[in-house]
């Protein structure tokens, strides 16, 4: 299984970035898809995840209104766009599945995540 992210860059502050992440070696519509991001001396946090169908999205509070998760089965493709980015944005963003139907909670957590790709670096500073 391999989970391939991509679309990390600098961006000002109030630009957009879109970051992709693609699966092989697995069903993809099998899993549930989230983003997590990981700041400089912090812990990893949840920002957003969606359910096998697309039909639940989920966000964290700080990303919600900006951030947007869709996925893309038939390409095994999740991605995340983010508007509005904030300095506070910056971190290592990681995209990861889990099997199934997990609840909401699990969703949020990522410790519950059977795979991950190698994260993609998303820098925002003017």
């Known amino acids: 299984v391999q989970l391939q992210a991509s679309g990390g860059g600098l961006v000002q502050p109030g630009g957009s970035l879109r970051l992709s992440c693609t699966a092989s070696?697995?069903?993809?519509?099998?899993?549930?898809v989230g983003w997590f991001r990981q700041a400089p001396g912090k812990e990893r946090e949840f920002v957003a995840a969606?359910?096998?169908?697309?039909?639940?999205?989920y966000y964290s509070s700080s990303v919600k209104g900006r951030f947007t998760i869709s996925r893309d089965n038939a390409r095994n493709t999740v991605t995340l766009q983010m508007n509005s980015l904030k300095p506070d944005d910056t971190a290592i963003y990681y995209c990861?599945?889990?099997?199934?139907?997990?609840?909401?909670?699990?969703?949020?957590?990522?410790?519950?995540?059977?795979?991950w790709g190698q994260g993609t670096l998303v820098t925002v500073s003017s």
């Open positions: 990861g599945v889990k099997a199934g139907f997990p609840i909401m909670s699990t969703m949020m957590n990522g410790d519950m995540y059977d795979y």
């Open positions: 969606s359910r096998r169908n697309s039909g639940s999205t």
């Open positions: 070696a697995l069903t993809f519509s099998n899993y549930a």
